[in-house]
């Protein structure tokens, strides 16, 4: 027999809108499909036995991978078998959804930051209070993207987010000193030199998808702009600053339909001197042949401007059988404890979300101080209670984006009419 709020959770799941976010932004690269390692369905695992299923978005890592082998210490340790099972992370949300509305949800779900407010207004997740997991040392700007309704959803495993990677060697041909570069006008001026010298100034990602969104909000935000108002003065202005880099040739057309990757590829030619990208590059700049450096996104008047956070959460999906949480909440606490925080966020390459384990990071390799840094400043994607609404936000505010940098609409013009589609979807 299902109990009421079995049924209501159900109902919540039936009725749930996927928002699908454009594919993977701003977490480990995956190539798709299901891992061979984990076989075993959530269903068959919810048995009873000693047997406790793990869903993830990492489905590039199989049992020899040094995340696979975590999770098996951690079943060992809680003193059960884990089997495992990794999803490409767009295939990830419909599956849980699938899985919980048929009751066979899987003990712990690990799931990108901002899908969690979609599962857990759907009714399928717990939370952390519920299963008495410690998020007390966990940076409040990283916790913030797993809450919804004032409740937290899950644990922060590591985080991500973006900066500005720079060609050492191009700006000093052009004889940009990189310190002087403090905020969105001083940035403009060092683009303005490296033009002259004949070298390309800066790409970025402004493709119409998330990955657009993901891209501009650290200006959007670092205008002192928020993604309730967009037509705002400082919202407008942050579309007409990249508008006006087209516009000038500081950046290239190409940026309307790059993805992360391909704008990636452009600065590993050597020609450009900026390049907006994230922490998951940072293996790729070390391959470039070429010395780079990395400094956070300026704000419009100085400062690190909120970059959006990427990175995955560790839930516990709602079980009709509730004797199986105890279990669930050990694994979570040792997959997200402090000992072992260092060993998956750098298989992850990702930023540990406490201060203790970064400050190691830091120790370990020093290249990751400024990501520490932007991380710090960074923001969730479905914060301020944005939840399922950031979604319906995110669409128009990349078509706003498109058509102003094509030119066919005025700044002022596409972030108008992306604030009233907006306005509409939200209601």
Do not use: H
């Not at 901002?114 to 998020?135: I, R």
């Not at 922490?279 to 391959?287: D, I, P, R």
């Amino acid at each position: 027999m299902k109990s009421a709020a079995r049924s209501r959770r159900a109902a919540g799941v039936g009725l749930a809108v996927l928002a699908v976010l454009g594919g993977p932004v701003a977490c480990s690269s995956s190539s798709g499909g299901v891992d061979s390692s984990a076989s075993t369905s959530a269903g068959q695992a919810a048995g009873g036995g000693t047997t406790y299923t793990i869903w993830d978005p990492y489905p590039q890592y199989d049992k020899s991978s040094e995340w696979v082998k975590l999770l098996d210490k951690c079943g060992t340790d809680a003193g059960v078998k884990v089997e495992r099972t990794g999803y490409d992370t767009s295939d990830l949300t419909n599956k849980a959804l699938l899985a919980a509305q048929q009751g066979n949800s899987p003990d712990v779900l690990i799931v990108d930051n901002p899908v969690v407010s979609t599962l857990a207004e759907a009714g399928v997740l717990t939370t952390t209070e519920e299963n008495k997991l410690d998020v007390s040392a966990i940076a409040p700007n990283l916790l913030a993207a797993g809450q919804s309704g004032g409740k937290t959803y899950g644990v922060p495993i590591g985080a991500n987010t973006l900066a500005l990677y720079y060609n050492k060697d191009v700006l000093k041909k052009a004889g940009v000193d990189i310190s002087s570069v403090k905020d969105w006008a001083s940035l403009t001026a060092a683009l303005t030199k490296v033009k002259a010298a004949g070298k390309k100034g800066i790409t970025f990602s402004a493709i119409g998808t998330e990955e657009g969104s993901f891209q501009f909000l650290p200006w959007l935000w670092g205008s002192g702009a928020n993604l309730t108002k967009l037509d705002s003065p400082e919202g407008v202005s942050a579309v007409a600053l990249w508008a006006d880099w087209l516009k000038k040739g500081y950046a290239p057309n190409s940026v309307i339909n790059n993805t992360q990757t391909t704008s990636w590829q452009e600065f590993a030619t050597g020609d450009f001197a900026f390049a907006e990208n994230g922490t998951w590059q940072l293996a790729n700049a070390k391959k470039a042949g070429f010395a780079y450096g990395i400094v956070p996104v300026p704000g419009k008047d100085g400062g690190t401007a909120p970059a959006p956070t990427g990175g995955e959460f560790v839930s516990i999906p709602v079980q009709s059988d509730t004797g199986r949480y105890a279990t669930a909440q050990k694994l979570v606490a040792c997959l997200t404890s402090a000992d072992n925080s260092l060993t998956t966020t750098t298989t992850l390459s990702y930023i540990a979300p406490t201060e203790q384990v970064q400050a190691k990071q830091v120790a370990a390799t020093p290249d990751l101080k400024v990501w520490v840094e932007a991380v710090k400043a960074a923001k969730g994607r479905t914060s301020d209670d944005l939840g399922t609404k950031y979604p319906k936000i995110s669409e128009p505010l990349w078509g706003a984006v498109q058509a102003a940098l094509s030119g066919s609409k005025s700044p002022q013009e596409a972030m108008a009419a992306a604030q009233s589609a907006a306005a509409s979807a939200i209601q």
